[in-house]
């Protein structure tokens, strides 16, 4: 159901080969780690905020210095372009497409990023066409609003994504997988609406992290995107945006934790991650006060 599984190979093969060779929206972080890049290094964590930086920057270019070998900033490089599309949804002009980058001077790497060919004119970024995109996703983020709490938020998330928003998977149409297909098309895949849900969030200053992995639902497994919500009790729960808009019950999955079973089977099961770096999720669902 998620198209970025589909790049992680062409991802890993071009790190194997790199030796031959809206403005950013609020940082979700908690206080001991931030989720958005627990699976990388700590020199591929400086490089990637240099790289999500850049980008937000809308830089043809993008640099990062690093401290350390040549292969390990390579190493590090598949590994940061995945988590960049996961995590940071705002950056919707980033393509899925063969990204390359090189070391210069030694200790400098260097990315010339590509990006859909919808945000290119003459070869070069459409810094316009993406201010245009990001006005209207303001504009939808202005419309959605937020509630006095971090649960009369969220639900207005989830009521805003599940009611306006059309579920539809084409491998034709890229916006199906962008935080745009969500806001702007209202029609998009289940790594839509993780994207969208989280970049709602992300502007309400809530953490959030978007989940890849295995759903399983009416006998069917298949790949699937959802998200990992923090709430004011300091815990982490799941949020399935995607199965909310599918189904009858809107909050069939939502603010849910681990001792929870639906449809007959238990939470980790129907939602198995993809042995990625996750927060832990409490055991009993969120309750309201």
């Known amino acids: ?18 030796g031959a060779a809206l403005s950013a929206s609020a ?16 020199l591929g964590q400086g490089i990637y905020q240099d790289f999500v930086k ?11 210095e690093f401290s350390g070998t040549s292969q390990q900033a390579f190493d590090q490089f598949g590994k940061i372009l995945q988590v960049l599309k996961k995590q940071n949804p705002e950056i919707f002009w980033l393509s899925y497409d063969y990204q390359s980058c090189k070391v210069t001077g030694g200790d400098t790497l260097s990315w010339s990023p590509d990006y859909f060919s919808e945000f290119k004119s003459g070869g070069k970024l459409d810094k316009e066409k993406i201010k245009s995109v990001q006005q209207s996703l303001e504009a939808v983020v202005n419309s959605v609003g937020t509630g006095k709490t ?20 084409d491998y034709s149409n890229s916006h199906v997988y962008e935080l745009t297909g969500a806001l702007v098309d209202r029609k998009c895949a289940c790594e839509g609406y993780a994207k969208a849900f989280k970049f709602l969030c ?7 992290v978007v989940v890849s992995g295995k759903g399983t639902t009416g006998g069917t497994t298949y790949d ?12 982490w729960y799941l949020m399935d945006c995607t199965w909310n ?10 603010l849910l ?20 770096k996750y927060p832990e999720l409490s055991k009993a669902n969120y309750s309201a006060q």
Request: charged content about 20%.
């Open 1 to 18: 159901m998620f198209k970025m599984k589909k790049i992680v190979s062409a991802l890993l093969a071009a790190a194997m080969l790199f």
């Open 27 to 42: 940082a979700a972080k908690t206080q001991d780690k931030d989720w958005t890049q627990a699976d990388l290094s700590k």
């Open 54 to 64: 850049g980008l937000h920057n809308m830089q043809g270019t993008v640099t990062s």
């Open 150 to 169: 971090t649960y009369e938020t969220v639900t207005k998330f989830n009521s805003w994504l599940t009611q306006n928003v059309a579920y539809t998977f």
């Open 202 to 208: 992300d502007n309400a200053g809530i953490e959030c």
């Open 224 to 235: 699937h995107e959802w998200n990992y919500v923090k709430m004011d009790d300091g815990k």
């Open 245 to 254: 808009a599918l189904g009858a019950n809107k909050q069939k999955w939502f």
């Open 257 to 276: 934790g681990t001792d929870s079973a639906v449809e007959g089977m238990a939470l980790l099961t129907s939602h198995k991650e993809d042995g990625s």
